[in-house]
Each structure stands twice: as structure tokens, then as C-alpha cells.
């Protein structure tokens, strides 16, 4: 099946720092990949779709300047926490879109990211 | 904001038993997944069910869709110490380009 791997898995930074996640499609092309966040114990939550060659559709109440994302290849999205701050601290999960009708959503491992 | 509703939010149950689980949504919808999450990780999916079905088996999987009822329910058969998961609905209608609408999601525990 389609795969999808996201890096780093977990990371610890300072407050204020830049972190950066990416999200790649291993055997697939992706002109779409969707990026989620998740609290403990809850469902996802949709934060942006990240669109191949033009800007990314951001979700209600999702602070643009704060999340860049840049989809630079069909096969590559990258999620950045600008400015990173403790209650950025959170599970950020990317999928992307496969199957033959493109309505299965293949999901990266997640990035841990805690702020301190 | 979040389509489905599932229920219970979590179950405790015996291996050998069986486990289902229900899920309701709001809009009309053109597909109903199910994807499972171990912890700490991404969400694999399961099975998905168009609308204009409704019954899906995939293996232990059972997956039924009432559309009138706007709701679902999984249900898994023989249940495995290695089920123990968090499962979720996950629905899309037209127009959506792809994008899915999670539901709050199931923890299933499942004792050896």
C-alpha cells in the first residue's frame, strides 16, 4: 500500500525556536496532503490542506504566519511552527490523499513536538 | 468542526468477544471510513463504505451504513489483545477534495 513517512517523530525545542516537519509520499504522487493536530485523547483536527505549486488552504481560526506550509514537490509537504511556543506543544499528523478514488487518506507516524 | 459522533468513547472488552462500535454524522455524505490509531501514531485506514451501500465485510471487519439514520457501526469479530486501539469515523461528501471529517474517536481495550 501507499506510504507515507513523516520526520522528525518527536522533537524538543525551545520557546521562540522555528521547527520544521516534513511529510513525504514514499511510492505515490500527492498534489494534496492535508496536515492535522491532535490533542491527547481527542480526535484530529484539520489545520491546513497543502496544495502541490500554489498556497495552502488554512482551516477556521488557524494563524497562517504561525504554520507555514509549503508543498514543493508532488512528493514532499513541509509543516513549520514559526516562533514556537508551550502551547504549540502538540501531536501534528500529515496524510495524503490515495487509492484509486482518492478518498483514502494514507497517514505519516506523527511529530511529537514539545515546547518548553 | 467535527461530523461524527461516535460511541460509547471508549470499551473494555474480553479477547474472543466481539466489539462494536457506532458512529453517527450529520451531513450527507458520498463515503463513511473507519481508521484505527495505535498510540503515538498515524491512523491506518480500515475500511470504507460508499453511500450507497450498506453492508462492507473486510476479514474481522464488519462495517454497516444506515443513511436515513445518518450513522454507522463496526464491528469487529474475535477480537485480538492487538485491536487495543483508538478507532474513528471519518466522512466526506461532494466537493471536498478528499478532505475527510473525523469523528471523536472510540478507545478500545481489549484484555487478554
Known amino acids: 500500500g501507499a506510504v507515507v513517512s513523516q520526520h522528525p517523530s518527536w522533537v524538543i525545542c525551545k520557546s521562540g525556536t522555528s521547527v520544521k516537519i516534513e511529510c513525504r509520499s514514499l511510492?505515490?504522487?500527492?498534489?494534496?496532503m492535508f496536515w492535522y493536530r491532535q490533542f491527547p485523547k481527542q480526535s484530529l483536527m484539520l489545520m491546513a490542506t497543502?496544495?502541490?505549486?500554489?498556497?495552502?488552504?488554512?482551516e477556521q481560526g488557524v494563524e497562517k504566519d504561525k504554520f507555514l506550509i509549503n508543498h514543493a514537490s508532488l512528493t514532499l509537504s513541509t509543516l513549520t511552527v514559526t516562533s514556537a511556543h508551550p502551547e504549540d506543544s502538540s501531536f501534528y499528523i500529515c496524510?495524503?490523499?490515495?487509492?484509486?478514488?482518492?478518498?483514502?487518506?494514507?497517514f505519516g507516524a506523527g511529530t511529537r513536538l514539545s515546547v518548553l | 468542526s467535527q461530523q461524527g459522533e461516535e460511541d460509547p468513547q471508549a470499551l473494555s472488552i474480553q479477547e474472543g468477544e466481539n466489539a462494536t462500535m457506532n458512529c453517527s454524522y450529520k451531513t450527507s455524505i458520498n463515503n463513511l471510513q473507519w481508521y484505527r490509531q495505535n498510540s503515538g501514531r498515524g491512523l491506518v485506514h480500515l475500511i470504507l463504505?460508499?453511500?450507497?451501500?450498506r453492508e462492507k465485510h473486510s476479514g474481522r471487519l464488519r462495517v454497516t451504513l444506515d443513511t436515513s439514520k445518518k450513522s454507522s457501526s463496526l464491528l469487529i469479530t474475535a477480537s485480538r489483545a492487538a485491536d487495543t486501539a483508538s478507532y474513528f469515523c471519518?466522512?466526506?461528501?461532494?466537493?471536498?477534495?478528499?478532505?475527510?471529517?473525523f469523528g471523536k474517536g472510540i478507545t478500545l481495550s481489549v484484555r487478554p
Open positions: 463504505i460508499r453511500s450507497n451501500e
Open positions: 511510492d505515490f504522487q500527492a498534489t494534496t
Open positions: 471519518a466522512t466526506d461528501f461532494a466537493g471536498a477534495n478528499s478532505k475527510l471529517t
Open positions: 497543502s496544495n502541490e505549486g500554489s498556497k495552502a488552504t488554512y
Open positions: 496524510s495524503a490523499p490515495g487509492g484509486l478514488a482518492k478518498n483514502i487518506q494514507y
